[in-house]
């Protein structure tokens, strides 16, 4: 069996796409429809480190920007679109520029020392989304305590093998997970708990205060990052509502915004989520936020340093509009290839000629 393209070359391919769709103006058609029909986009990060970090760090490529692109990023989006706080975006209403929201998963203490500095000279609005259960922790989140074990294990392992582990256990049960810790942790000789990592960890209540005091808004991200679809539904209410009320003893202010871990919801799930008393709550589905939209399952669109850098691995505003504006655009349309689409018109106007004709004779 032939393998498939490997990396790079879907890789080059891609920029090549992006290149194309740049030069022929798609993506800027794309920008002036979602500014036309008053879409707001929602931007998912999580975490923003300096070059040094990014061999330390346990987290997956997906989920970190480079800190020279973030400021190259937060610098684009401010003369690009209107960044909106998100209890003030606005979906349905037309202006001179898209409307965005700037949000922030897990509550890494990175958001303290390289976020909060780069929005705060940009004056941009962030909300970032707590695990109210694990503040102030090092490693605090099984994934990253997966990888760290299997490094020990095999540092042979390449970062695709070990992304390919993480992801078949986001399927398995909280318990299986934990099962699947102790196996690792007896084979590798190593306690987790005794593992200190000096990128890996997240924001204290103290840091939090200071943030807020400076115009960061903040939600919940549950209170122990469990995927809740996973759960019962006794322990989604408590993930959901403990999380809640921790967040508002601590801020004293209402928290009325949430975020899936994982993305993963259901009915059941949601309702949860409105039973707590969540105004708003966000997926990880690619879209965008619309007049229409279900408040409590509005799309995101994920931001990593690799959906932002162009081919010198800088910065680039091509790769960016394609990444959000072209795949919001492309995700309202449902998926639907244009060339479907325009079969099927072809069809219909085939349909009324014989109709026509058939009326005519």
Known sequence: MKSGPSKIVRRVLGLLWIGLLRSTGCLRFVKWRLRSEGSVLVLMCHRVLADPYFLETHSPADIIVRECSFRDLIRY????????????????????????????????????????????????????????????????????????????????????????????????????CEQYLGRLAARSHTN???????????????????????????????HTHQILTHLLLENVRAETQTSKALIEQNLSRPCDCFTYPNGNWSQQVRDAVADAGYKFAFTTEAGTWSSNND???????????????????????????????????????????????????LHLQSARRIRAEGNIS
Not at 311 to 325: E, P, Q, T
Not at 331 to 338: G, L, M
Request: charged share 20%.
């Open 192 to 222: 987790p708990e005794n593992v200190r990592s000096a990128v890996d960890s997240t924001l204290s209540w103290e840091q939090v205060l200071e943030m807020q005091s400076a115009g960061v808004g903040f939600g919940s991200h549950t």
């Open 77 to 176: 989006i401010s003369s690009e679109c209107r960044v909106v706080p998100l209890h003030d975006a606005m979906p349905g209403i037309v202006g001179n520029k898209v409307q965005l929201v700037l949000t922030f998963d897990d509550g890494w203490s990175d958001n303290y020392t390289h976020v909060f500095p780069i929005v705060c000279k940009q004056g941009l609005p962030i909300t970032i989304f707590l695990c109210s259960g694990v503040m102030a922790q090092n490693l605090p989140f099984w994934p990253e305590r997966v990888a760290m074990l299997l490094k020990v294990a095999d540092p042979t392992l390449s970062t695709d093998a070990i992304k390919t582990e993480i992801e078949s256990l986001k399927s398995a049960s909280p318990a299986h």
């Open 295 to 345: 408040p409590l399952a509005i799309p995101r669109l994920n931001v990593s340093e690799e959906n932002i850098v162009g081919w010198n691995k800088r910065f680039s505003s091509a790769v960016f509009d394609y990444h959000v504006f072209w795949k919001a655009w492309r995700a309202n349309r449902h998926q639907t290839p244009f060339l479907q689409r325009a079969l099927a018109a």
